[in-house]
């Protein structure tokens, strides 16, 4: 791949690696230690997640504006060491057994990490040729899907080899290394500031909530970008349905007896499905239509997930769940080459930033819509994948209607409606 010839990508790319790993070791082994130290108390590990997820209520505004008139390539760095400093002290704060200081730590950390994405993202865009997106986007599809493999598997092995301390330990360094890496990066102004260096005293709150109201028009005002980002919404759907039900099916249907293995058998299967699918439409991106790629999966999705519903049988579960991961792949693959092609440098981060608090908010709707539902209206779990299915089919016909069936098309509607917002802002 001639993308790895780019040494800016290949910092940037590794550091993202580095940061990701640290972050999911340390958050694995911190669950482990609460399940074990709090055994009576399981809230404990769900309030931990809810520190994860919570900042971005009170960030979300924030952090496109801060990636689109701030330095990124110095956004991206200072978050890394903040929260390698942040890390610091929650590794001093186990020594005090303080969980409240610990939960307020994990939670700034947190809302540290939501600036970093964006910022990063939008780096990526400014040094890599449009050739290169699909490449990009499908390697890091490919690091979320190992992540997803292999994460609870690596924060077990750390947090039972060296303890939670020596997990938060190398949860640190690698901030620390991903600091490091994106300092090395040699990246153009012209990526780092595309909107030109910021004056101090025009940065208020005036000004941060126009840039984010900016930004809400621009996704409005582009017909495709809007499209793209309910795709988001979509997804936030799926993986609020995935993180519960296949834990319910194994409970009350499939494996009432061995119900957590054979939960994280589905996770394995899920996140191995998403690895070949990564890799294949990678390869796939820049030998045929992009529309096919992104469409014919979400068919494929629809059906899997009703035959979902209808198996009586695990490992039939877990083989079907592996064809699920292969397909969400090619769409989440696609969808990272379109937004660095059809969104402006200059509103990158503001873009960007909106795909975070849209699929939290669409996960957090469908747990509470499951959780209403099941088992008092709904007794059957099946019932819901039938649902689902109906619902994903839904998006395919949407999508199918009205997205563009060219690529040219495609990119010649977003060039236009890009000129057309940029005029308008």
Request: aromatic content about 16%.
């Amino acid at each position: 791949m001639d993308i790895f010839q780019n040494r800016n990508f290949v910092k940037l790319f590794f550091a993202a690696l580095s940061s990701q790993m640290g972050t999911t070791i340390g958050n694995m082994a911190f669950a482990f230690y609460l399940l074990d130290h709090f055994s009576e108390q399981p809230y404990y590990a769900t309030l931990a997640e809810l520190m994860y997820s919570l900042p971005t209520i009170f960030v979300f505004f924030l952090v496109g504006v801060v990636a689109d008139r701030l330095d990124r390539k110095k956004v991206a760095e200072n978050c890394d060491w903040i929260r390698a400093i942040l890390t610091i002290f929650f590794f001093f704060a186990l020594f005090t057994n303080s969980l409240p200081l610990m939960f307020l730590i994990l939670f700034l950390r947190s809302a540290v990490t939501k600036f970093f994405f964006p910022a990063e993202t939008s780096l990526v865009q400014g040094i890599l040729r449009k050739d290169q997106f699909a490449t990009a986007a499908g390697l890091n599809q490919m690091l979320f899907s190992m992540f997803m493999v292999f994460g609870v598997g690596l924060g077990a092995l750390t947090y039972n080899w060296i303890g939670i301390h020596g997990a938060i330990f190398i949860d640190a360094v690698s901030f620390i290394i991903s600091a490091l890496l994106i300092r090395a990066c040699n990246i153009p102004q012209a990526a780092r500031l595309p909107n030109g260096r910021p004056k101090w005293k025009d940065l208020n709150m005036k000004s941060t909530l126009t840039d984010f109201k900016v930004g809400i028009q621009y996704i409005i005002r582009n017909r495709l970008l809007s499209l793209i980002i309910f795709g988001f919404f979509v997804f936030g759907f799926i993986q609020g349905s995935f993180a519960v039900l296949p834990i319910f099916t194994m409970k009350y249907e499939l494996a009432p007896a061995h119900y957590e293995a054979y939960a994280s058998y589905f996770a394995i299967s899920l996140g191995v499905g998403l690895l070949f699918g990564s890799v294949i439409s990678t390869w796939l991106a820049n030998k045929m239509n992009s529309y096919v790629l992104f469409i014919f999966p979400i068919l494929m999705t629809s059906i899997l997930v009703l035959l979902l519903g209808l198996t009586s049988n695990a490992w039939t579960f877990f083989i079907l769940s592996f064809f699920i991961g292969m397909c969400i792949g090619p769409v989440n693959v696609v969808i990272g080459d379109w937004m660095p092609k059809i969104v402006q440098p200059n509103f990158m981060g503001r873009v960007s930033g909106w795909i975070d608090p849209i699929m939290m908010f669409s996960q957090s709707l469908t747990l509470g819509c499951i959780t209403v539902l099941f088992p008092k209206v709904v007794s059957n779990v099946d019932l819901i994948y039938y649902g689902i299915a109906a619902v994903i089919l839904a998006v395919f016909i949407f999508y199918a209607v009205l997205l563009p069936k060219k690529e040219a098309e495609v990119y010649t509607f977003s060039t236009q409606k890009n000129k057309e917002v940029y005029k308008a802002n």
